[in-house]
């Protein structure tokens, strides 16, 4: 299957938006109309078949996790049942990376270090099972509360910023301190 992938970070149209609403309500990806709100203005690419349906889409959030102190975007993607298993994620991932990546470069000071993957797929955590796995571009750090593995896959030339603080009133605007 051939898909159209197409940036969308900072530019969701509420046509957009009420779209990938309905793609999550017809795949039972998100339980509720809140979360499908405030996950569509996340939307990083999306995915469209020839026909042009929207068959995946790539969403990011800015996060930082105690551990790392150090924002990243906690990247998630779904594709449609049709688009699963035909080699199409890596290149999805990659492509949504690029996108952030120059959001990224654009900025005085950036907003992230790269991407975090909670690895929800068991397929996908199964084949990579390396700390750095080449290709994927995405390292190992430990696991997550819910006991799934944890990944970043830093941008090109990704520096330190000062350290964010765990808690409290330091975390900048926007941003969600996880486990």
């Known amino acids: 299957m051939s898909v159209t992938v197409i940036p969308v970070w900072k530019q969701v149209t509420p046509a957009l938006a009420q779209e990938l609403a309905a793609f999550w309500r017809q795949h039972k ?10 996950r569509a203005q996340q939307a990083v690419c999306i995915a469209r078949d020839a026909a042009g349906v929207l068959c995946g889409v790539g969403t990011a959030v ?3 996790l105690p551990r790392l102190r150090q924002p990243t975007y906690y990247y998630r993607q779904f594709f449609a049942r049709s688009l699963r298993g035909r080699r199409q994620e890596l290149a999805f991932f990659q492509r949504c990376k690029q996108r952030l990546q ?15 993957l909670e690895i929800e797929n068991a397929k996908i955590a199964a084949a990579y099972r390396r700390a750095v796995e080449p290709g994927f571009d995405a390292v190992f750090i430990g696991y997550s509360p819910r006991g799934l ?14 350290p964010m603080p765990v808690q409290g009133p330091g975390l900048r605007r926007g941003a969600v301190v996880a486990g």
Do not use: C, H, T
């Open 102 to 116: 120059d959001y990224n470069r654009e900025m005085q000071r950036p907003e992230s270090l790269g991407l975090l």
């Open 29 to 38: 990806a998100i339980g509720n109309d809140a979360e499908m709100k405030q």
């Open 62 to 64: 800015l996060k930082v």
């Open 149 to 162: 593995p944890l990944r970043v896959s830093y941008f090109d030339d990704a520096q330190l910023l000062p």
